[in-house]
Nanobody, 121 residues
Framework: QVQLVEFGGGLVQAGGSLRLSCAAS????????MGWYRQAPGKQRELVAD???????NYADSVKGRFTISRDNAKNTVYLQMSSLKPEDTAVYYC???????????????WGQGTQVTVSS
């Protein structure tokens, strides 16, 4: 079984920082892409940032310049460093990844359980 396990959510004051991490575990051959989504109450889930296996990155305009996504291939882990946090960043953050299992010919998509980030003002 493949799982994405998230860490690092919490409560922070506006202007502060948090780092989220997401570790892939289980039996798989490779990771093609990992990213972070978020969903605020009453809003649609949106892409925050993602990173390819070649370390190409993309960011939502709302977080560009404040958030940084990175990965540690040896640990099968993706990180989201969040700085200059704003109240509008408050949401449940979900890790997402495309992974190929050993026995599969194509990749499958997986979601983490979500971690709450609350930014107070």
């Amino acid at each position: 079984q493949v799982q994405l396990v998230e860490f690092g959510g919490g409560l922070v004051q506006a202007g502060g920082s948090l780092r989220l991490s997401c570790a892939a575990s289980g039996s798989f051959f490779s990771i093609q892409r990992m990213g972070w989504y978020r969903q605020a109450p009453g809003k649609q889930r949106e892409l925050v940032a993602d990173i390819s296996n070649g370390d190409s990155t993309n960011y939502a305009d709302s977080v560009k310049g404040r958030f940084t996504i990175s990965r540690d291939n040896a640990k099968n882990t993706v990180y989201l460093q969040m700085s200059s946090l704003k109240p509008e960043d408050t949401a449940v953050y979900y890790c997402n990844g495309w992974l190929k299992r050993w026995s599969a010919s194509v990749s499958s998509n997986y979601w983490g359980q979500g971690t709450q980030v609350t930014v107070s003002s």
